[in-house]
């Protein structure tokens, strides 16, 4: 992982036997850079907090997005859009970055992430250097998911209500 650090950033960086962290860069920005970069595998997501993160993983009832190194989080279907969403593979891919909001953190410390809770606070969100990028890009996921057609009813539940 410093191996890594160091690649990325050019900074070095020494750990000595107490477990201190020495950073030492030639600039600042890079020496920010890595301490940012070990504050985030060190900290705790908390509830609340909002990440642009990555998509790692899909599965039938949602996609985990890394938000930190290391730290992954469950993006549900329903939470992805006010939108619906027939297919996941049709709102996401792997390595896609997405911003999302830390909805809560379970009794076992799984991380629950939304998108949907902060879609009407993106205008405040652009405002923010962090997440201008990717804000463009969620107004144009959003665009995209309204064109998607509507959900129908199943046939069994058309069914039961038939049968009553």
Do not use: W
């Not at 940012?36 to 998509?55: H, M, Q, S």
């Not at 279907?77 to 379970?106: C, M, N, Q, W």
């Not at 998108?115 to 250097?129: G, S, T, V, Y």
């Amino acid at each position: 992982m410093i191996r890594s650090i160091v690649q990325r950033t050019g900074a070095k960086i020494d750990v000595d036997d107490s477990g201190l962290v020495y950073v030492a860069a030639v600039s600042g920005t890079s020496a920010q850079m890595a301490v940012k970069i070990i504050n985030d595998l060190v900290r705790e997501v908390k509830a609340g907090e909002t990440f642009v993160g990555t998509v790692t993983r899909m599965l039938s009832f949602g996609v985990f997005v890394e938000l930190l190194p290391g730290k992954e989080g469950l993006l549900h279907v329903s939470e992805i859009s006010t939108y619906h969403i027939p297919r996941l593979e049709d709102a996401f891919g792997i390595g896609d970055k997405v911003l999302v909001t830390v909805k809560e953190i379970d009794d076992m410390h799984r991380v629950n992430l939304s998108r949907k809770r902060i879609l009407d606070q993106l205008d405040d969100l652009a405002k923010d250097p962090e997440f201008t990028e990717q804000v463009a890009v969620e107004k144009e996921r959003e665009e995209k998911y309204a064109l998607f057609p509507k959900s129908e009813p199943s046939a069994r539940r058309e069914g039961c209500a038939q049968a009553r």
